[in-house]
Protein backbone atom coordinates (compact mmCIF):
# COMPACT_ATOMS: atom_id res chain seq x y z
CA UNK A 1 0.00 0.00 0.00
CA UNK A 2 3.11 2.58 0.69
CA UNK A 3 4.31 2.56 -3.15
CA UNK A 4 0.73 2.87 -3.95
CA UNK A 5 0.33 5.68 -1.74
CA UNK A 6 4.21 6.78 -2.86
CA UNK A 7 2.74 6.62 -6.79
CA UNK A 8 -0.52 8.54 -6.61
CA UNK A 9 1.44 11.37 -4.28
CA UNK A 10 3.34 11.79 -7.01
CA UNK A 11 1.04 11.72 -10.07
CA UNK A 12 -0.82 14.65 -7.74
CA UNK A 13 2.29 16.79 -7.48
CA UNK A 14 1.96 20.21 -9.54
CA UNK A 15 6.06 19.66 -10.64
CA UNK A 16 7.69 16.64 -11.66
CA UNK A 17 11.61 16.79 -11.39
CA UNK A 18 13.61 14.47 -13.61
CA UNK A 19 16.50 12.43 -12.06
CA UNK A 20 19.77 12.00 -13.39
CA UNK A 21 19.33 8.87 -15.86
CA UNK A 22 15.84 10.43 -16.99
CA UNK A 23 17.95 13.53 -18.14
CA UNK A 24 20.83 11.70 -19.78
CA UNK A 25 18.40 9.64 -21.61
CA UNK A 26 16.46 12.88 -23.02
CA UNK A 27 19.70 14.28 -23.96
CA UNK A 28 20.02 11.15 -26.10
CA UNK A 29 16.73 10.96 -27.65
CA UNK A 30 17.22 14.96 -28.38
CA UNK A 31 20.85 14.25 -30.03
CA UNK A 32 19.66 11.09 -32.31
CA UNK A 33 16.55 13.71 -33.51
CA UNK A 34 19.01 16.36 -34.05
CA UNK A 35 21.17 13.67 -36.09
CA UNK A 36 18.03 12.82 -38.18
CA UNK A 37 17.87 9.47 -36.74
CA UNK A 38 14.05 8.38 -36.52
CA UNK A 39 12.10 4.83 -36.51
CA UNK A 40 10.81 3.48 -39.57
CA UNK A 41 7.06 3.05 -39.63
CA UNK A 42 8.34 -0.55 -39.39
CA UNK A 43 10.05 -0.24 -36.12
CA UNK A 44 7.40 1.56 -34.87
CA UNK A 45 4.44 -0.62 -35.50
CA UNK A 46 6.94 -3.63 -34.33
CA UNK A 47 7.43 -1.80 -31.25
CA UNK A 48 3.98 -1.11 -30.42
CA UNK A 49 2.79 -4.76 -31.52
CA UNK A 50 5.49 -6.18 -29.00
CA UNK A 51 3.46 -4.72 -26.41
CA UNK A 52 0.07 -4.70 -27.92
CA UNK A 53 -1.94 -7.10 -25.23
CA UNK A 54 -3.66 -10.52 -27.92
Known amino acids: ?5 QIESEL ?3 D ?6 EL ?3 D ?3 ASIDAGESATDAEV ?3 FAKF ?3
Open 45 to 47: AAA
Open 16 to 21: YVATRD
Open 1 to 5: MSLAN
Open 52 to 54: RRK
Open 24 to 26: RII
Open 12 to 14: LAD
Open 28 to 30: AAV
